[in-house]
Structures are given as structure tokens and as C-alpha cells.
């Protein structure tokens, strides 16, 4: 399948590079969430924590995105 080759190209590389416990955090819009996705992490025994991706007062980037941004 077209879609697991292009995730497996793109997502595989770093999280062998990273660590043995690679941990993908996403902010879960509609294409993340898609079965294709889901179905490849399972596959590839990558686990994904979902932030919401309509609240970035719980996203951690947003804070540091704020902080450099009143540094500036």
C-alpha cells in the first residue's frame, strides 16, 4: 500500500535513530487519526500520544512558542 511505504519512509527512520523507545507525539487532526495511520504504529510498535488539536494551552510547544516570541 502506497500510504504505509510513504509513512514507513517518513516516520521509521527517526524513531529507530531516536531511541529504543520511540514515542510519536501527534496533534491528532482528521489525517492522523485515519485507520491507515493507526494500523501502521500498531504495526511498526510505535506508540502515539494524540494532543488535542484544538486546545494549545495543552500543546507543550505553545508555551515555548509564547516565551520566544516575547523574547523577541
Not at 500498531?42 to 494551552?57: C, K, L, N, Q, V
Request: include cysteine.
Amino acid at each position: 500500500m502506497v500510504c504505509s511505504e510513504i509513512l514507513r519512509a517518513i516516520v521509521r527512520p527517526p524513531a529507530g535513530k531516536v531511541d529504543p523507545v520511540f514515542l510519536l507525539v501527534q496533534d491528532n487532526p482528521r489525517p492522523h487519526a485515519v485507520g491507515v495511520c493507526r494500523q501502521f504504529l500498531d504495526e511498526e510498535g510505535i506508540d502515539a500520544i494524540d494532543w488535542s488539536s484544538r486546545s494549545p494551552d495543552l500543546n507543550l510547544i505553545e508555551h515555548r512558542w509564547d516565551v520566544m516570541y516575547r523574547c523577541i
